[in-house]
């Protein structure tokens, strides 16, 4: 260690505030739209059930929050073998 | 009308109810009728730091499922005649308590004292929620570290949401008590700052308590340090703090070290 690194170490109070107020932003966006992920999951399945059976397992719903747009993810399974119920009682 | 004010935290540990009792004997000692009342059920401490542990016959989960009046729970304060306690039950769990039968009893309190401090338990869970759901103002008590600042942020966001204020279209007053804050760590850097807290949570300061050995000392024997101990430091802010809720324009000072010249020879910390 430098010398000199001794006099200019800083304590990690900055560091702390930093992560911090990432950290917060962050989580404060996600707060103020709590429960979009779970609402949409819900009103997609109900959608699919309608025409396909599906369990609720092969559903995936996730949002990732970018810069300026944030990315939503919707990933179903649909197994081959499964009938279409509904159309086949028209 | 008397206000309700809770007593908040998110994090456990940082101070909630020793801060309650500090800072409703600061208030009761002006005058004031002040009730205090704890809504950690299953894991009751009020009475302990008010020293009336022994004195403890009814509780608030008594009072909400009626099996004993208000006037029989609530304990008066031998130190102070305008200071009251009503307990929490001990054996119950947290479920005891109701969003209805809590509407009746801060109701009641709120039509006979000044002030209602109602120190909620630690996390976000039911009974948090049912100790900030009447509040008309809450003290967020905060250690200026970066778990609890982070919790404190998250409460925020409830009393924001989730009061009968909020719900009303009107907004809770809220307040940041900063404790156990260690003058020379922030003076070397090592902890976060009052300004960093501050700019954080974007929430108005109500005090800033220096870590001081009187306040264990208030707690092991049963008295709040703004009663016991109310020279010293801590308990000084205190009382500062309680000025400032009751609407006085005091300034805040920032506690500093205090350290003798050997002290400082030897590095030694002040106590």
């Known amino acids: 260690m430098n010398l000199l690194d001794i006099f200019k170490r800083r304590g990690s109070a900055p560091v702390a505030r930093e992560r911090l107020q990432l950290l917060l932003a962050y989580e404060r966006r996600s707060r103020n739209q709590p429960d979009l992920v779970s609402v949409l999951r819900e009103e997609i399945m109900a959608v699919i059930a309608r025409h396909v059976q599906v369990d609720q397992d092969f559903l995936q719903v996730s949002m990732d929050h970018g810069e300026t747009t944030s990315r939503l993810e919707i990933d179903i399974q ?6 279409m119920p509904m159309a086949a009682a028209f | 009308m008397g206000k309700v004010v809770v007593v908040t935290s998110g994090k456990g540990g940082v101070g909630k109810t020793t801060s309650t009792a500090a800072l409703g004997a600061a208030v009761a000692k002006t005058g004031k009728r002040v009730a205090l009342v704890d809504f950690d059920v299953g894991l009751r401490n009020l009475d302990l730091i008010m020293g009336a542990e022994r004195r403890v016959v009814f509780d608030i989960v008594n009072v909400i499922q009626g099996t004993a009046k208000l006037s029989q729970a609530l304990i008066r304060d031998k130190r102070l005649e305008t ?6 039950s ?8 109701t969003e209805e039968g809590v509407a009746d009893v801060i109701d009641k309190l709120r039509s006979v004292f000044d002030y209602v401090f109602c120190d909620s338990p630690a996390g976000i869970e039911r009974g948090a929620q049912l100790a900030m759901r009447f509040a ?15 919790d404190s942020d998250r409460i925020i966001g409830l009393l924001d949401s989730r009061t009968m204020k909020a719900e009303q279209g009107e907004s809770i007053a809220k307040h940041v008590l900063v404790t156990r804050y ?61 000025r400032r809720l009751e609407g006085e324009d005091l300034p805040v000072i920032l506690p500093f070290e205090r350290r003798g010249l050997l002290d400082r020879l030897l590095g030694r910390r002040a106590a």
């Open chain 2, 90 to 97: 001990q054996t119950r769990d947290k479920d005891a308590l």
């Open chain 1, 78 to 83: 649909i197994p081959n073998k499964v009938a």
């Open chain 2, 83 to 88: 200071l009251f306690l009503l307990p929490a």
């Open chain 2, 136 to 150: 008309d103002e809450a003290v967020i008590v905060t250690n200026p570290e970066v778990s609890s600042v982070r």
């Open chain 2, 182 to 242: 260690d003058a020379a760590r922030a003076a070397r850097g090592e902890m976060l700052s009052i300004d960093d807290v501050l700019e954080i949570l974007s929430t108005p300061l109500l005090g800033i308590i220096p870590e001081s050995q009187d306040v264990l000392r208030a707690s092991n024997v049963g008295a709040p340090v703004t009663l016991s101990e109310n020279t010293n430091p801590a308990a000084r802010a205190y009382i500062d703090a309680a």
